[in-house]
């Protein structure tokens, strides 16, 4: 049995390449509480904190046979989590952007039965996106979404790790953005 502890990055990294899971937990291990800190530091909110290394770690597992570092792994995760933080600051001035643009149009009251006609639709769409992930995705992101419990709350009901909720609802969001694009982000915000 491998001693992954004594690895270092460079070995770790390359084993993460190959596939190797328990590779990955301990890089995983060494790095959150850090990072965690640091972009909590940066973003003064733990949910979106928790977020943002979720998808810089599941990049790093997704993507680490293309990624090719120029640095240590340290530097790089800290780059990712740091550019992560600046799409997410991005993202909410483009969101507020449309938000206002959104209030805006209900301000002058234009054709409201042709938007909820549309509201109704894209929800219906989306039920039934949802209702098509596996089992695990599925009810973690209801949870999450639906009832609005907290992943903390969401592990106990499920009887799962809260790393496990994390990804599932990850998982499932990624999912949906993909076939829908920025628009089930939309409608989470707005509409659910």
Request: aromatic share 12%; net charge neutral; hydrophobic share 40%.
């Amino acid at each position: 049995m491998k001693n992954y502890q004594t690895y270092g990055d460079v070995q770790l990294f390359d084993l993460i390449r190959k596939g190797e899971q328990k590779a990955y937990a301990e890089m995983y291990g060494r790095y959150w509480a850090v990072l965690y800190r640091h972009a909590l530091h940066m973003v003064r909110d733990e949910e979106m904190a928790e977020d943002i290394l979720q998808d810089v770690f599941l990049n790093l597992w997704d993507k680490a046979p293309q990624i090719h570092l120029r640095s240590n792994i340290a530097n790089y995760l800290y780059t990712a989590v740091r550019n992560r933080i600046f799409d997410q600051w991005s993202h909410a001035r483009v969101k507020e952007k449309y938000a206002d643009s959104y209030r805006e149009f209900l301000r002058q009251g234009v054709c409201e039965t042709d938007f909820m006609v549309r509201e109704k639709e894209l929800r219906r769409l989306i039920e039934q996106e949802v209702a098509s992930l596996p089992e695990n995705l599925r009810k973690s992101f209801e949870l999450s979404r639906n009832a609005h419990l907290t992943y903390h709350e969401i592990s106990e009901e499920l009887g799962i790790s809260e790393n496990s909720v994390r990804n599932n609802v990850s998982r499932a969001l990624k999912v949906l953005k993909d076939k829908f694009g920025d628009m089930v982000v939309l409608y989470f915000i707005f509409l659910n």
